[in-house]
Each structure stands twice: as C-alpha cells, then as structure tokens.
C-alpha cells in the first residue's frame, strides 16, 4: 500500500490538460485529407483510389467531393494527387452537428482550378434544451453498434489516468435510464438494429446522440449491405458527428463537448 | 523440429485410397481431394490420430465456374508435440453439389469444427449432417431461410427486414432453484456487443450459453471483387486491437499468391509492429483483468502502461492502433535512428512497470484469491476445441504460430526463435502469468531486432492483378492467438475469397467451460482473463 502511494507520488501528473491546451499530435499523425489552395482541378485524385469511398466526382465531371465522415485518414488520396493538389492536415477537431458540413465541395474554376465551395453554416444549436436540463455535464452510455472496437478502445482511453475525462464533467454510466445520451460507434448492424433502438428508447429525455468514428457516421468501410445499415443516422437522429478510423482520444473529447455547446464547430467556446 | 515430410508421409499412408493428393496451397503444404463425402470423419479422424487439429473451415461457391460446386476445405495442422511443430497444413477438399450441399459433419469426432460448420450452413446453405447442434450462428432473428449470403448469386445490397427478436434457441436447464440471468447484448461497460444466457443456482453458474455475431459487418462478403490493395484496408478494419495483426496476415497469404518476396528490412519491420501490438495489448489486458478483480491501482497501472505504447505506436506509424504500418508488399514507413531510441525507451519503461505492478499482484493476497483456481479451462477441452493463443498456453498446450509457422523475421533472422511461455494451472492466474511472461520475451525479441535491423528497401511493388485462382494461407500469432487467414484470387486477379478464423472465434467457445468452475460475478474476471474480440470472431 505504501510503495503503491510512493511510487504514485514520485509518478506526479500524467493527465493531458486538452481542451484547455492544445492536442500533441506526433509527426506522422495522418488526419483528414484538405484541398490545397490554387490546386488543378485535374491534379485531384481519382475516386477509385479511396478504399471507403469517400470521394466522388471529378474525372471528367466538374464537380469532386471528399466525404469525411467516410475517410479512414489512410492518406492514400494525398498520394495519388499531383503537385500535392491534396495533403493530410493535423488538425483533429474535426466533430461537427452537421452531416452535411464533413463534405467537402469542389468545383472546376474556370480557369481549372480546384475551388472549395464555403461548408454550410453549421446546424442548429442542439444543444439548448439539453443545455438547459443537463448544463455543462455529460453523463454518457456507450452503445456498440457493430464497431471493431478500435473506437471502443478509444473510448477506454478516455477513462485511463491520461485522457481522464472526468476532470471535464463527462462520465459513463452503466445503464442507458441514467444517461443523457449514447455514443456510438458502429455502422449499425442488423443483428443489433433492435438493441440500438431500444438502447436509444431507454434514455430519458432529452437525449444526445455522438456518432464516433466513419462507422457510425457514415458505414466507412463497411458500408450498407445485407449486415450493415450504413450508419447510425439511418436508425437514430444524430445530434454530433465525430470522423476518424478511429478518432483520437482528444477528437472525441471535442466531439463531446460540442454536444453540449462548451466548444463551438471549429473553436472552443 | 519434427520432420514435415515425415508427417506427411504418415497422411498418405492413413488416408491412402480415400481421395486424390496434390501439393499446396503453399510449397510443402497436402490438399487430399476426397473421393467420398461420406469418408470426410474417418479421414479428420485420422489426420487427428496423426496428433493434427483443425485450423479453419474454407467454404467457397465456384457454381459460376468450370467445377459448377461448392466447396469446403477443411484445414488441419500439427497440434502435439514437445518444442516447434512440423510448419505444414493438411486439406481436406470436398466437392459438393451447388443445388443441394450436403455432407457429414466432423463435430461429433472434432467438436473444434461446430462453429465453423454452423456458419457455412448460414452463410452457404451446406446442410452438415448429423450436426449436434445445428442452430444458425451468424445469422439472427428473422433472417429468410434459404437466404445465404456468401453464395456468389446474393446481393450484397440486398436488405431483408429486421423482424422483432424472438427468444434465440439454447439449451433450458431445468430443476429447483434454477434461474435465467441474461446478459446484454448491450453491456454495462465500454465493451463488445454479446449476450450471455446464464443458468444459475444461487451464485453458482450451472451452464452459460453465449450468443455472438451481433457485430457481423457482412466484411468477407464486402471484400470480394476488391482488389488486394483496396481489400487490405478492409482486412486491417476486422478488428481494432488486432489491426496489425489481421493486416499482415491478409498482405502474407496475397504475396503467397502473387509469389512476392518481401524485402529483408519490411520483413523485420513487420516483425517488430506484430511484438509491439502484442506488447501494448498484454500489458492493457492485465490490467483489465485486475478491473475484474476490483484491484483499481493495477487497472490504472496497466491503461498507462498501454497508452504509452498507444501513443509510441502513433509517433512510429501515425496510428495508435499501428494501421497504415503494414502494406501489401512490405511496410509504408521506415525506422529512424530517433524512433528506434523512442521504442528503446518505452521498451525500457514498460519492461520496469511491468515488473513492479506483477509484484505488486503476487503478494497481494486479496488479488491472487480472485485469480487462483478461478475460470479453469482444462488441457484436455483446450485441445478438444481447438484453443488458441494465451488461452491454450496456459493450460498447458505448447503452441505459438510464431514458432510452428515461422513467417517474417521469425522464419530469416537469427535470435528470434521464440521462447513459448506455458503454465499448467489453467486457471485466471496463470492466463495473468503467460501474458507477463510473453511481455518480456516480446520485450527481447524487439531488442533483438533493433540491434540487428537489416539495411535495404522497405517495399516491394505488388502487382495490382494477382494471378488467377491462386491459394494463400497464412498463420500469424496475433496477440490473442493464432489467426488463420486463408484467400483465393478469382479469374480476374481480385479477391474472389477471404476467410479469417481469428484467435477469438477459435477460443469463444472454451469460455462457458471456464465459467463453470466460476460464481456469477467472476464472470467478468474469467471473461476478461480471455479478453476476446467479438468484431474479428463476427466479422
């Protein structure tokens, strides 16, 4: 008992103070792709070069789009452009309220540049009713929709002595009826469509829903099929998205935090 | 090492007769094409008496080729023996009718082969035969019978409606006192979707019967006509925490298929991410293991111990759970000088952390009363059902993938034979042990390579088409055990078939065997001490 206490003496802090200062994010960190400015148009990598299918578009059509919500950040669609036209950012506060906003909207300048449409303005505040009843504290259940548990894992992280996201008012609870809402990783598969909805039923409301990781925002690699709806929007309104394959602890963290209005799409509040 | 062609030669001589022999699917390898279905359990029985167990089932559909059937190939490997095992598989291949699939089932005389019969009678539509318990796995409520998703002629796309679940068929145990307690799917925790069907008297549990498969994402469906760079991204997407693992096992059975050499350095570099992933794995695993012993320090303990590595897995290849490392042909990143001294470091770290919180267990008597004689799984139904990995070493099954079927670095460098680590007292405890000690020499064999690190390229080009019809298979000790990965290109140099037999899908059903020994509220414990994956068993 008493070399446990000394050696956790002698180990001092080792808690992260994100959102307060910023992620460390290491060199070879491979974030989301973005469109460089005064790129070619044609310079763009082909569609058929992302594994999720992310991106449509271009090859011979005037309009090209990147999915983030999709992307599994493999950086593969950075390679195969030219000149660099597309490079993988660091940046990974990359959660927002709208499914929409994670779509980046090229189109063919005139003079063949690359030109990325403005995002749309971000949704509706979800947040003031659950602002009001919950305030600035989470409490959270985590629902497994079909995930392959590297956004669960992340999720772990959350709780270990690093992340330690209770410093931030934000716990998990063990049953859905003392939850202010789910997060969910997993595209949603059909064998857990009746658990996720019932899950989701169990909770009071008002409810958040955080769709963590391309699984559940989009189906990222799995995709829709015969075992996979496609999503967690297909099956329940999803107030946050949060992109990445998975994301990293502080992406989620952000995700969360966003649902609750304590930081704003793009900057803390 | 036992000689493999004597090994060999023993098959022949048993199954002399009975079918057609040929040589693969790699070099070395014996696919007996058997004559009869009805001669397939006296043969698996033979290979078993020839101290062989059952690695995988491979179903295939080739009704739209020249052989107009369907396939199964039953996978076997050497099992006994003192030391390394004969590096070598043994198929059975049947030939079945595509309109009406159907032979015997090995189950009764090879129990390891229940699963895997269950699911390619969902996925396929084989009807096993004399199947003891022939109920569907993969597929859940209200999935249209008749419907087979892996059959080429279904559409991927195609959704059948949900139907409300009805109460899933398992075995009633009946008597005074007796009790039902369900469990999940959805868990208390941040933990995999499974549901647990507990009977118990009192605190004790009587029989426990799990339901899986609530992850099946349809992935070996969703990876077929891919080509091997796109299918890649989807293998290494099985499993999180196995990522590396499963990644490297797909790239090896398609470089079996395109003959591809993989230069010297990847092949170490492969090596050194397979030990890390199994490093940060067993520390974060004991440590989750003590969560369900309520000894809290060394739940902190070992989730620090494993988000360093987390995070050193990050600095060395942009990802925290190591994907994007491994690629079809070799690796996508090099080691510098600056990231080998970080990895000595964090070895150096790990290694001292290690020690300190496994003393801290061993003379805590309120921990090892939790763990000692708790979730035992007895040598004897280890065997029986084929388990692999930590699970089997300890009760005392000497094998390890790395050594049996030596790959990458395993197979061409010198000082990286592996040490197994076995204990005998198949208990928590011991699952606690071979995890530590499996650290340590993880530990030196990542020491190892760093000293030695080869100079030379790191990729070699894949071929974007593969040749046609091709077989690969490879076995690869993922930090829960061995994973099978068993491939076959189509006409069109693509992926036509890709079936993954992780370690968690062979060990699943060795759990309800340890709970017996266990009350209601180790369950936690004994499950944890097997810290399975439920996304790579229901892919």
Redesign the interface.
């Known amino acids: 008992m008493l070399t446990a206490l000394l050696r956790s003496l002698r180990t001092g802090v080792v808690t992260i103070r994100y959102p307060e200062e910023p992620a460390q994010v290491p060199e070879r960190f491979r974030g989301a792709p973005r469109i460089r400015t005064s790129s070619a148009f044609d310079a763009l990598a082909p569609a058929s070069v992302c594994p999720s299918g992310a991106i449509a578009g271009g090859g011979g059509q005037p309009r090209y789009s990147i999915d983030l919500a999709r992307c599994l950040c493999c950086g593969r669609c950075a390679e195969a452009s030219a000149g660099g036209s597309i490079e993988i950012c660091r940046d990974i506060e990359l959660a927002t309220r709208s499914r929409k906003s994670l779509i980046i909207e090229v189109e063919r300048g005139l003079d063949g540049h690359a030109f990325v449409l403005p995002p749309p303005p971000p949704g509706p505040e979800v947040a003031d009713r659950i602002r009001r009843t919950l305030g600035r504290s989470l409490h959270l259940r985590h629902l497994d929709s079909g995930s392959c548990n590297a956004c669960d894992w992340e999720l772990t992280a959350l709780l270990n002595p690093v992340y330690d996201v209770r410093r931030l008012g934000v716990d998990f609870v063990a049953s859905p009826r003392h939850a202010d809402g789910v997060l969910v990783t997993g595209p949603v598969t059909r064998n857990l469509e009746v658990a996720v909805r019932r899950t989701y039923e169990a909770v009071p409301e008002p409810r958040v829903v955080i769709a963590v990781g391309a699984c559940a925002s989009s189906g990222g690699i799995v995709g829709r099929s015969y075992a996979s709806s496609g999503g967690v929007a297909e099956i329940l309104p999803v107030d946050v998205f949060i992109p990445g394959c998975p994301p990293r602890p502080e992406a989620i963290i952000y995700g969360i935090l966003l649902a609750v209005g304590r930081v704003r799409d793009g900057s803390p509040a | 090492m036992a000689d493999p062609i004597a090994v060999l030669d023993d098959v022949r001589a048993r199954l002399a007769g009975q079918g057609g022999f040929e040589r693969g699917p790699r070099q070395g390898d014996l696919t007996i094409r058997l004559h009869r279905t009805e001669g397939l359990p006296a043969a698996a029985v033979q290979l078993c008496a020839a101290g062989m167990a059952l690695a995988t089932v491979a179903a295939t559909d080739d009704e739209t080729t020249d052989d107009r059937d369907v396939k199964v190939r039953y996978v076997f490997e050497p099992a006994k023996g003192a030391g390394a095992l004969p590096d070598v598989f043994v198929t059975l291949m049947l030939s079945l009718d595509p309109k009406r699939p159907e032979l015997p089932s090995i189950t009764p005389q090879v129990p390891a082969a229940s699963w895997h019969e269950r699911e390619a009678n969902d996925l396929f539509g084989i009807v096993f035969v004399g199947h003891p318990d022939p109920k569907p796995l993969v ?3 209200g999935w249209p019978k008749g419907l087979h ?1 892996l059959r080429k002629r ?1 559409d ?5 409606p ?1 139907e ?2 009805e109460e899933f068929p398992h075995l009633v145990v009946d008597g005074e006192g007796v009790f039902e307690v369900p469990v999940g ?2 868990h ?6 499974g549901h647990f069907r507990f009977s118990t008297v009192g605190e004790s549990v009587l029989y426990l019967e799990p339901r899986l ?7 070996e ?2 990876i077929e006509g891919l080509s091997v ?2 299918a ?3 293998a290494e ?5 196995c ?1 590396l693992s499963h990644g490297l096992g797909f790239c090896e059975a398609s470089e079996q298929v395109a003959e591809l050499e993989v230069p010297r350095r990847a092949r170490v570099l492969r090596t050194l991410a397979l030990e890390l992933e199994r490093v940060y794995n067993h520390v974060g695993d004991i440590g989750n293991i003590l969560a369900g012993a309520s000894y809290h ?1 060394g739940t ?1 303990a070992g ?2 111990m ?2 360093a590595l ?2 050193l897995n ?8 190591l ?2 490392f491994v690629a079809p042909g070799g690796v996508n ?1 090099d080691l510098t000088a600056e990231l080998a001294r970080s990895i000595e470091t964090a070895m150096a770290a790990t290694s001292e952390a290690l020690a ?1 919180l496994m003393e ?1 267990i061993e003379n805590n008597p309120t921990v090892t009363d939790r763990l000692d004689a708790t979730g035992l799984l007895p040598l004897q139904d280890a065997i029986a059902l084929g388990v692999t990995g930590i699970a089997a070493r300890a009760s005392g099954v000497d094998r390890d993938a790395r050594r049996d079927h030596p790959h990458a670095a395993y197979a061409s460098e010198s000082g990286l034979d592996v040490s197994v680590a076995t204990d005998f007292n198949s208990d928590v405890h011991a699952r606690v042990r071979v995890r530590a000690t499996e650290v340590y020499e993880s530990l030196r064999l990542i020491r190892v390579m760093l000293e030695s690190m080869p100079a030379g390229p790191i990729r070699t080009a894949m071929p974007g088409v593969l040749p046609a019809w091709r077989i690969g298979l490879a076995s690869i000790e993922s930090p829960r055990g061995a994973a099978i990965h068993w491939l076959r290109s189509d006409e069109a140099g693509r992926i036509d078939r890709y079936h993954l037999r992780s370690a968690s899908y062979a060990n699943w059903p060795a759990v309800p065997i340890a709970a017996q020994s266990a009350i209601v509220p180790d369950f936690p414990l004994v499950n944890k001490s097997f810290e399975l ?4 068993t ?1 892919r």
Do not use: W
């Not at chain 2, 997407?237 to 925490?241: D, F």
């Not at chain 2, 990050?314 to 759970?321: A, K, N, S, V």
């Not at chain 2, 994956?533 to 790579?536: A, K, Q, R, V």
């Open positions: 597929v859940h409520d998703p279904f991927a796309s195609f959704r059948p949900v409300p679940a799917p959805i208390a925790g941040i933990i995999e979707p498969f609530y992850t099946h994402r349809g992935l469906k969703r760079d796109d890649f991204y989807v997407r099985m499993c999180g925490v990522s320090y902190s989730l620090r494993k988000e987390q995070q990050e600095h060395l290849t942009g990802h925290r759970f994907r994007g990143l300190s801290r994956c439920y996304s790579c229901d």
